[in-house]
């Protein structure tokens, strides 16, 4: 029974939105989960709520406003400068026990609903040097929940090894392009569809973007 539920981490950004819409195709039965931890750009969980509203998902928001107490950042502090890491650093985007955080949630809600999946959009192919996005924390915290909770949780990660372009053709063939193109938050600025065009995130986001369609339309060219 377990097997045909998942809960889905979601924030209304390019790659949960994609790994969202890839769940719902293998998936009988998918929640989304959105964490209201402070972020400082409300468009994020607007986004959310949008896109669950128009898939017609089942929807279920989280209070984590301790997450910012407990670990000030750029995503949650306006005084706080968005910075690339530099010389080892990392990033000042960077919050500390995030996405651990997040699926020890999801997989507690996963447990009462009898779902065995939780669907996480991180990846280490094109990240920020989060270490909370590599395959091996996944893994390492997948082994540990199932200890914790006796229960055989697989957490799925369908973008671990894909780079920002591959992401977009992925979802192009989910059927979602249009709508991860002009619905989802990936700014760090809050600015929804492609963005401030300016942070990381957005030039991230922008360079798979430019990528994939000239593969696509090379692609085009030559059948």
Known sequence: MGESKAVVVFSGGQDSTTCLVWAMSRFDEVLAVTFDYGQRHHSEI?????IVKQLGVRHKMVDLHVLNELAPNALTREDIEITEGEQGELPSTFVDGRNMVFLTYAAI???QMGARHIVTGVCET??????????????SLNVTLNL????EFVIDTPLMW???KETWALADTLGCFDLVSHETVTCYNGIPGAGCGECPSCKLRARGLDEYLVEKALSKAND
């Not at 094109?126 to 893994?139: I, L, T």
């Not at 914790?148 to 229960?151: G, K, L, P, Q, S």
């Open 46 to 50: 607007d986004a959310a709520l949008r």
């Open 109 to 111: 809600i996963a447990k």
């Open 126 to 139: 094109d990240f920020s040097g989060y270490p909370d996005c590599r395959d091996v924390f996944v893994k």
């Open 148 to 151: 914790a909770m006796d229960y």
């Open 162 to 164: 894909l780079n920002k």
